[in-house]
């Protein structure tokens, strides 16, 4: 519970609570380097994002959800993920006390975190891997959009140094 923050929430969570509420939903029932699949058959920068962007968009409430929830209740919360599409963060930002950081890794860092990641899943690497390229696009745009908003982007090497720099941030 270091910096008073109570809980910690992956938006994966998220996303898995609302697949199973809305099954049928075609943007929340795929992965958010795949659903450019949905905007046609070329996996370009364009459909990727434009994949990744409705793709988000599936949980935005939720999200907006817990952070008033907790804002409510004077509670601090750390929520993490993918799903956190620079759109919505504009949005959380303008509305309540929140906080930003965006994690940066590098290609090989991140074949390896997938790697380490799936030991404990029931799914093999290669799903992963053969999408690949829109997973690190998807990572090159949120990193961009940081930047571009002044928001403070952390290399992700290892847990040892980015905890500290998480907190460096937040105490300012």
């Given at each position: 519970?270091?910096?008073?923050?109570?809980?910690?929430?992956?938006?994966?969570?998220?996303?898995?609570?609302?697949?199973?509420?809305?099954?049928?939903n075609?943007y929340?029932?795929?992965?958010?380097?795949?659903?450019?699949e949905?905007?046609?058959?070329?996996?370009?920068?364009?459909n990727?994002?434009?994949?990744?962007?409705?793709?988000?968009?599936?949980?935005?409430?939720?999200i907006?959800?817990?952070?008033?929830?907790?804002?409510?209740?004077?509670?601090?919360?750390?929520?993490?993920?993918?799903?956190?599409?620079?759109?919505?963060?504009?949005k959380?930002?303008?509305?309540?006390?929140?906080?930003?950081?965006?994690?940066?890794?590098?290609?090989?860092?991140?074949?390896?975190?997938?790697?380490?990641?799936?030991?404990?899943?029931?799914?093999?690497?290669?799903?992963?891997?053969?999408?690949?390229?829109?997973?690190?696009?998807?990572?090159?745009?949120?990193?961009?959009?940081?930047?571009?908003?002044?928001?403070?982007?952390?290399?992700?090497?290892?847990?040892?140094?980015?905890?500290?720099?998480?907190?460096?941030?937040?105490?300012?």
């Amino acid at each position: 519970m270091e910096l008073g923050i109570e809980q910690t929430i992956d938006t994966d969570i998220i996303r898995g609570i609302k697949v199973t509420q809305e099954p049928q939903n075609k943007y929340i029932n795929t992965y958010s380097f795949k659903s450019w699949e949905l905007f046609g058959k070329k996996q370009s920068q364009k459909n990727v994002l434009l994949g990744y962007e409705k793709y988000s968009e599936q949980i935005e409430k939720e999200i907006s959800g817990i952070i008033k929830i907790n804002d409510s209740l004077g509670k601090s919360v750390i929520i993490e993920g993918v799903h956190l599409h620079p759109k919505l963060i504009g949005k959380l930002v303008k509305k309540n006390n929140v906080q930003i950081v965006c994690l940066s890794v590098t290609s090989r860092e991140h074949k390896r975190n997938i790697i380490n990641r799936l030991k404990e899943s029931y799914q093999q690497p290669k799903f992963y891997f053969n999408n690949f390229k829109a997973i690190r696009e998807l990572n090159y745009f949120l990193v961009d959009c940081a930047r571009k908003y002044n928001l403070p982007v952390i290399e992700n090497k290892n847990l040892k140094s980015v905890i500290p720099s998480i907190i460096k941030v937040i105490n300012g």
